[in-house]
């Protein structure tokens, strides 16, 4: 009912505040932020995110239908910039990702100094987040333990992935190969796609966002990557939230013939 309530408020908002431009009140700055605050309730269940991190959907037709399930950061040949990459999670929540990774291929990308940057650069999406592959459970512990206010109810998994996750993750699935079926001539497509499947964190990649001037993959788990989009951004310093919409939009467009 709340949530009902919510949208024929922001509808009547976003009407008032389309009439009071025409007579240029004073008044439209209040409405905004009302239709910005209401868009955050029926988003997220409660408002969480800062007004200048927040997407407002009437003012972003473009952003797209289809969104990538899994999203992978690939960090190409530059220095890390954590709080940027703290936007790639705030932005990805409001879109329903239910997954992001980063990937650096020199493993110089630290689990324990991104969760840092969270909490300095956005705290309020602590309670949205489920720290995945290389964050220790101590920090898990202490993620939750930073929630003041709010209800654990986590919206998407963030990992760390490096070099070493491609090599355990190929044995893992060559030794599951190995205990289903010692006979080779067994061995089809279906089987091993099976083997890797069940090896798998989490889904495989839908997306892959190389960060960068240099158009490669850098050694990320080429057998996760059948049917993952790659995409290039000249950079993740200064990330915009328009540069971070094109490139969904850019995805939403392509059209995946998934081998065919």
């Excluded at 920090?139 to 109810?153: D, V």
């Excluded at 070493?164 to 060559?174: G, M, N, Q, R």
């Excluded at 289903?180 to 279906?190: A, G, H």
């Excluded at 499947?197 to 050694?219: Q, W």
Aim: net charge positive.
């Amino acid at each position: 009912m709340t949530q009902i309530f919510l949208k024929l408020l922001l509808l009547l908002s976003h009407a008032l505040y389309s009439v009071l431009l025409m007579v240029q009140s004073n008044w439209c700055a209040v409405f905004k932020k009302c239709r910005r605050i209401c868009e955050s309730v029926i988003l997220f269940d409660k408002p969480i995110l800062p007004e200048s991190d927040s997407i407002n959907l009437l003012e972003h037709p473009q952003v797209p239908l289809k969104i990538p399930n899994h999203l992978v950061i690939i960090i190409g040949n530059e220095p890390i910039s954590y709080c940027d990459l703290v936007n790639f999670i705030t932005w990805s929540l409001p879109h329903g990702i239910a997954f992001i990774s980063f990937y650096d291929h020199k493993n110089g990308l630290i689990a324990d100094l991104l969760f840092k940057a969270v909490v300095k650069c956005n705290k309020n999406i602590l309670s949205l987040i489920k720290w995945g592959r290389a964050f220790e459970e101590s920090l898990k512990i202490s993620s939750k333990q930073m929630i003041n206010g709010f209800k654990w109810s986590p919206k998407i998994k963030v990992s760390v992935l490096t070099k070493e996750d491609s090599k355990s993750f190929f044995v893992d699935t060559v030794v599951r190969l190995c205990s289903t079926t010692c006979d080779i001539s067994l061995i089809n497509e279906s089987i091993i796609d099976e083997c890797i499947k069940s090896s798998l964190l989490t889904s495989e990649p839908d997306l892959a966002i190389v960060c960068g001037n240099t158009s490669s993959s850098f050694g990320f788990q080429p057998w996760l990557t059948r049917v993952t989009e790659f995409l290039m951004l000249p950079t993740h310093h200064n990330i915009r939230i328009k540069d971070f919409n094109k490139i969904l939009c850019q995805y939403g467009a392509v059209e995946q013939r998934f081998g065919k």
